[in-house]
């Protein structure tokens, strides 16, 4: 079992920034490729952000790339989410993900992840 906990969500303006954590415990947090993803109101779930375990490889959203960085620091058990020039429809909750599966090509997908955090929300004002 990986138990993952999001913090730094918050209101923010328009143009603004915010660094979310995704904490991990559990089993080695270096064995999992972690992902980001979002759900805003009435809407389904989305990829967002997903980056190897050792933190080589990232893939991004086309809507945040260039604007959200996704790091991690294997020796704290945290990934983060680095979101810049934040826009209205960035409004959501967002989710980190665990995940054993090597092939990037479905880090994309929500059902490649075995477990998930609470999620935390993210309000941008226009």
């Known amino acids: 079992q990986v138990q993952l906990v999001e913090s730094g969500g918050g209101l923010v303006q328009a143009g603004g920034s915010l660094r979310l954590s995704c904490t991990a415990s559990?089993?080695?947090?270096?064995?999992?490729?972690m992902g980001w993803f979002r759900q805003a109101p009435g809407k389904e779930r989305e990829f967002v952000a997903a980056?190897?375990?050792?933190?080589?490889?990232?893939k991004y959203a086309d809507s945040v790339k260039d604007r959200f960085i996704c790091s991690r620091d294997n020796a704290k058990n945290t990934v983060y989410l680095q979101m810049n020039s934040l826009k209205s429809e960035d409004t959501a909750v967002y989710y980190c993900?665990?995940?054993?599966?090597?092939?990037?090509?479905?880090?994309?997908?929500?059902?490649?992840?075995?477990?998930w955090g609470q999620g935390t929300q993210v309000t941008i004002s226009s």
């Open positions: 993900a665990a995940t054993r599966y090597t092939s990037s090509y479905i880090w994309e997908r929500s059902g490649t992840y075995a477990y």
């Open positions: 559990g089993r080695t947090f270096s064995d999992y490729h």
């Open positions: 980056i190897s375990w050792t933190g080589e490889i990232t």
